[in-house]
């Protein structure tokens, strides 16, 4: 015969497993949001990437993404897609992030999730925007909804860390990207006849996931030298998808009016020190102040702009004044092959914890920013 001690130990035995067992079935399905979600990687700024999945009996019955910013949102998506509208009041919705409450170009999930009367809300993460931040969930609670937060939460919160360092840092997301030769040097020694004409250091395949990562970010930055030397196009060509906003440093107005990165195809953001500059459609002057918190003063500028990541491309003075300042998130890095002997230095960074891959016979190296 069981004591009592006994029974009580097993019933909370079952319980815990009950617990791990929704935790886990939770967990299944927050996966499978964040998996819709990378379907709008690129394309949904300055919205964060966002999925979602309706389930009945553990089976979806209806799932989406945020795939455009002005489109519909992904819980919008994923109730449009269910068939029988009926089984919503009997339903599980998961998202990966907090669903909004307030009215932008589209209403509040809240209120859609409200109006279809879903009872039960596994939401990943809160969103950090301002906006919302809370209000969402508050907002469900008091509709009467069942609503869990935290399943993945980090998971949930690397999926959109850009969108994340934006809100909480009041700053773009900052990726430092160079190439350098096996010596150590961004750039040879240049002869007369190597003017504006580039030194490759890496093979064609990674320059198209240059090309790739460009049309991933926001912005992308180069500093005065690097324009003038290289007279860089900085946009999309060996990938497809959207050109990111060019943002260049030209403190002394240094660069030619008949470089690239003046031709008005894409928006361009141009810092000057001058206030004789004129701002047209697609390129805009900013002065700032160069000689004292020349970083504070670029990101604050683009933080007003809404951009939420950026590439910095260089040079290596512009890499170095980021890295000195420890302001940047990730660095990706290309050691190619060959040897320089003199030239321009690369950047110097401490590859703490740094992910090693390879693109033929170009390294990768990946370094994260946990300072």
Not at 159 to 165: E, G, P
Not at 334 to 363: C, S, W
Request: proline share 4%; charged share 25%.
């Amino acid at each position: 015969m069981f004591c009592f001690a006994t029974i009580i130990t097993i019933l909370d035995s079952k319980l815990k497993n009950n617990y791990f067992c929704r935790v886990n079935i939770h967990e299944k399905y927050i996966k499978r949001c964040i998996e819709l979600a990378k379907n709008g990687f690129g394309t949904t700024y300055p919205n964060p990437m966002v999925g979602s999945v309706i389930v009945y009996e553990d089976k979806i019955i209806g799932e989406g993404w945020h795939k455009k910013a002005g489109e519909p949102h992904a819980e919008v998506n994923a109730v449009r897609s269910v068939k029988d509208k009926s089984l919503l009041k009997k339903a599980t919705i998961y998202v990966s992030l907090e669903p909004c409450s307030h009215f932008g170009k589209t209403p509040p999930c809240c209120d859609l999730i409200i109006a279809n009367e879903i009872p039960n809300v596994i939401v990943g993460t809160v969103d950090p925007n301002e906006k919302v931040a809370g209000r969402g969930i508050k907002k469900l609670v008091e509709a009467g909804a069942n609503v869990t937060v935290g399943i993945l939460e980090d998971e949930c919160n690397e999926l959109n860390k850009r969108f994340f360092t934006f809100h909480k840092k009041k700053r773009p997301y900052i990726i430092l990207k160079w190439a350098e030769s096996q010596d150590g040097f961004l750039a040879p020694e240049k002869a007369d006849d190597q003017e504006r004409k580039p030194v490759w250091i890496t093979n064609k395949y990674s320059r198209q996931l240059v090309h790739k990562w460009r049309s991933e970010e926001q912005a992308i930055l180069a500093g005065t030298q690097t324009v003038v030397d290289d007279n860089p196009k900085l946009n999309v060509r060996d990938w497809s998808g959207n050109n990111p906003v060019r943002v260049i440093l030209d403190q002394n107005n240094r660069i030619s009016k008949d470089s690239f990165v003046f031709d008005e195809s894409v928006k361009t953001i141009v810092f000057s020190k001058s206030e004789e500059n004129v701002s047209t459609e697609n390129t805009i002057f900013e002065k700032i102040d160069f000689d004292e918190n020349m970083i504070e003063n670029i990101l604050s500028v683009l933080y007003q702009h809404q951009i939420q990541s950026i590439i910095i491309e260089g040079g290596r003075q512009t890499l170095q004044s980021f890295i000195d300042q420890n302001i940047w998130d990730e660095a990706r890095i290309f050691v190619g092959k060959n040897t320089f002997e003199k030239g321009t230095k690369a950047p110097k960074l401490q590859k703490k914890n740094a992910i090693k891959t390879y693109i033929q016979n170009d390294e990768l190296i990946y370094v994260r920013n946990n300072d």
